[in-house]
Structure formats: structure tokens, C-alpha cells
């Protein structure tokens, strides 16, 4: 782990933060116009307040600026059938709405992407049976671990081998999945739980 090599970087992975993020308010498949609704208030904000709240608890600073770090990034939905050009699409720059990536502080999710974590279908010739909320908590938050990486310092280069960066943003959205609140229900919590590692183990295998 990157962070080990950095004094204080292990104190976010074990300070007390916690977020809440709602259930979502539609059952069964979700739309569009749904998923980005969802994502954008009941995801996307809970997750940048855990990080900030996990960093002030921290006291973790920047050691050249000697800042307190912060979760800032902006997020962009690229929304279906529909293109935008980023700094790390394919080539030429564009990205469609099957996108989920971070770069230039950036976090893209693509509203295709979400909808087939949520909903299920077909991807690369592997059908995917849809895994719900779960499932859609997690790519986010995989995502954002990408942003926290860039933030504490631990750039894609930084390791031999690209596999261990994905697999240390799969971390920071375990850490963030292991402090949030699902509400009362320790069954939703549960499901959460297994929904996020059922479609971590299906994206692995792609």
C-alpha cells in the first residue's frame, strides 16, 4: 500500500468517520434521470463528506504546503448515447456515457455504466445481472479513491504495475463503504455489502 510509505497516511484508513447515504426512493430498475439524481445527492455528496470528515479527523496535512487535505474534485455525468471530450478518453480525447474514470481532477461516470450496474445487461460479450445499489455505491466510490489517490500523492506511476492502483482505489471504497450508514436496517447494510463485492469480483473479470 502506497500510503504506508508516507508517515500518517494509515491514520485515514482507521479514524472514525462516518457518512450516511440514503436509501434511493425508486425500487426496482432505475432510470436515467434516476440513477443521476441518486448518484449526485445520495452517493457522490455523502462520499466527499466522509473523506473531508475523515481528513479533519486525521489531521493529516500536506507536507509541503502543510495544508489540510481536502476532497475536491468535480464530477461530470456523461449522459447516454452521449460523448464529452476528457483528457483521458480514448484516443482523441472523448469519452462516452460507458465511462467510469478520474482524471485532471475530474470524476467521470458515465450514466450508461450506472445503469447496467443497476440494472443489469450486457457488457463486453458478459452479461451482468445487475447488482442495485450496491454495486453502483461501490464503482462510485472506486472512482473517488481515485481523486483521494492524486490528492495524498500516490499518482497511477507510482506503482509497478496499474493493477495495484485499481486495487488500492478498491480499498479507499472499502474504506468508505466500512464507514457509511445505510440507514436502521442491518439487512440493507448487509445487501449494500454483498451487492458491492458480487460486482467488484464481475468488473475483476472483464
Known amino acids: 500500500n502506497a500510503f504506508n510509505d508516507r508517515p500518517g497516511f494509515e491514520r485515514i484508513t482507521i479514524v472514525p468517520a462516518r ?10 430498475k432505475a432510470t436515467a434521470a434516476e440513477i443521476k439524481t441518486y448518484v449526485s445527492a445520495s452517493v457522490v ?3 466527499t463528506d466522509f473523506w473531508n470528515n475523515a481528513f479533519k479527523k486525521s489531521q493529516l496535512t500536506d507536507a509541503q504546503t502543510g495544508k489540510q487535505f481536502k476532497a475536491t474534485y ?11 471530450a476528457t483528457p483521458c478518453g480514448d484516443p482523441g480525447g472523448v469519452s462516452d456515457d460507458m465511462t467510469m474514470a478520474y ?8 450514466v450508461g455504466m450506472l445503469l447496467l450496474l443497476w440494472n443489469g445487461g450486457e457488457l463486453e460479450g458478459h ?42 482505489a478498491d480499498c479507499l471504497a472499502g474504506v468508505v463503504l466500512g464507514g457509511s450508514n445505510f440507514g436502521s436496517s442491518n439487512d440493507r447494510q448487509l ?11 464481475f468488473v475483476a473479470d472483464l
Open 191 to 201: 445487501m449494500v455489502f454483498l451487492q458491492a463485492l458480487d460486482s467488484a469480483a
Open 45 to 47: 455528496k455523502p462520499i
Open 19 to 28: 457518512t450516511n447515504i440514503p436509501a434511493p426512493t425508486f425500487k426496482g
Open 127 to 168: 452479461t451482468y445481472p445487475g447488482k442495485g445499489e450496491g454495486a453502483v455505491v461501490y464503482a462510485v466510490a472506486h472512482e473517488i479513491g481515485h481523486a483521494m489517490q492524486a490528492e495524498l500523492g500516490v499518482p497511477p506511476y507510482y506503482h509497478p504495475n496499474i493493477v495495484l492502483h485499481e486495487l488500492e
Open 103 to 110: 482524471c485532471g481532477n475530474t470524476v467521470y461516470l458515465g
Open 74 to 84: 468535480a464530477v461530470v455525468f456523461i449522459d447516454v448515447d452521449k460523448t464529452v
